[in-house]
């Protein structure tokens, strides 16, 4: 991973099956700052087949799911295009795999480390095909309980597979009381890993949060516009909203990265001279007048009069001269 948090932009089906859509979007996102573009593959008589019903019967021109996954899908070649020109805009190309045969297209095709979704968690075949590899697994966790957590961990340790784990909560959109921004502490003390979110809120804030809670890695869908067809629109950030989102994660990770020392404040020295202030009197006072709270103004700057936080020492005390209004006040001036 070339920064922290790293930040990947999942199209997943928003290219609704067409190549120069997909294209489009690696163009639109190369300029915003993410660091890798993530896609699915799905082999549709690999991984499906035509029993498989719709969850929710969204697409106008697909009669099961197995058609539809076959209008999302792409031949070999294709992808090895999308995986080059991901190269050219200088992003890092990541793929979910849904079938092993996935797997063998995603070797050739050179990608550096697997990202699994939820559901593919305790699908411990394709856990196996990707362990073979030797290959770094961001695992998405929204499915997932601790315990079922605990079997996969447990699979991947014994294959010394290296792994990092998303806090994610399959809901789209996800509401807020849905986050569960607190399981990323959770999952860094349980498991001693990198951690990072999975977000479907589209929202820009969800992310920003979950960087101040230390998520090391942040996955979110990307949407031309949310009003577009395809089944994860309206859990989507816009492209102008993902460079939004990259500059305010970046902004906190440099803020994270530098701790101020409230005891210390030498460097504000010459700044407190200017802005802080010294006691004077705020009507013409006689020789002899005795100081009453009354009688004080605190004026700019520190230094010309005595320090306007002294002024509890100055009441009850006798002027030695005759003071003009919003004159200063030292100490030589009272007795």
Known sequence: MTSNPFIIAEIGQAHDGSLGMLHSYIDALAPT???????????????????????????????????????????????????????EVGLEFLCSP???????????????????GSGEV??????????????????????????????????????????????????YPT???????????????????????????????????????GAEILEFHVVFDRRQFGPDSKSSLTIDETAQLVGAVRTIKTALDNPIDKSNNESFTALKQIFEKSLAVNKSLPKGHIITFEDLEAKKPKGYGIDASKFKDIIGKKLIFDKNQWDFLNEEDVQ
């Open 33 to 87: 700052g993410i660091d890798a573009i993530k896609f699915q593959m799905h082999i549709p008589e690999a991984e499906s087949s035509a029993h498989e019903p719709f969850r929710v019967k969204f697409s106008y021109e697909d009669e099961t799911r197995y058609d539809y996954w076959k209008r999302m899908s792409f031949t070999l070649q294709q992808w090895k295009e999308i995986k080059a020109h991901c190269d």
């Open 98 to 116: 849904f079938s092993n045969l996935a797997v063998d297209w995603l070797e050739e095709i050179g990608v550096k480390q697997y990202k699994i």
């Open 122 to 171: 305790n699908n411990f075949l394709i856990l196996e095909k990707i362990a073979k590899t030797g290959k770094h697994i961001i695992l998405s966790s929204g499915m997932s309980s601790f315990e079922e957590l605990d079997k996969t961990i447990d699979f991947l340790k014994e294959k010394k597979t290296t792994y990092s784990i998303l806090q994610c909560t399959t809901s």
């Open 175 to 213: 509401k807020a009381e849905q986050f569960g921004l607190n399981v990323i502490q959770e999952l860094k003390e349980r498991y001693k890993v990198n951690v990072g979110f999975s977000d479907h809120s589209a929202k820009i804030e969800t992310c920003i949060a979950a960087t101040t809670l």
